[in-house]
């Protein structure tokens, strides 16, 4: 069985929550690429669409929205996802994960595209209650 943590943004607030997403909804986020937008069902917020920006899998690799499909690459890079460096024009070849979410995916980065009716936090207190 397929399970993710999913952090979601609130660009307006500010704030990010973090919840579980298991079962039939974290199947049917396999195979959704960074850049889709999903309905906020899937993580427990209906009424909210919300856009994936990233994530990460099992060992920790970045998803990079440039590499395509679910497989782990190494690749050169200059800059972006995966690789920070302080010297102008330093290259290295690093190991990052391809922009679709698969099973290997643990963690999926979201952030709010569109509000529902009620408020994010209002939603996630009723959830920690259960």
């Known amino acids: 069985m397929v399970e993710f943590k999913a952090v979601i943004n609130d660009v307006k607030s500010g704030k990010s929550y973090q919840v579980a997403v298991t079962g039939h909804h974290a199947n ?12 906020g069902i899937f993580v427990g917020l209906p009424g909210y669409k919300l856009m994936i920006t990233g994530g990460s899998d099992k060992d920790g ?12 690459s190494k690749i ?27 099973p290997e995916t643990v963690q999926i980065n979201m952030k709010v595209k569109a509000q529902g009716s009620k408020s994010i936090e209002d939603l996630m207190k009723k959830e920690e209650t259960k």
């Open 28 to 39: 049917s986020l396999i195979g959704r690429k960074i850049g889709d937008v999903v309905d």
């Open 61 to 72: 690799f970045p998803m990079r929205r440039d590499l395509p499909g679910p497989r782990r």
């Open 76 to 102: 050169l890079m200059s800059k972006g996802v995966g690789f920070n460096t302080a010297e102008k024009g330093l290259r290295a070849k690093k190991m990052v994960r391809g922009n679709t979410i698969s």
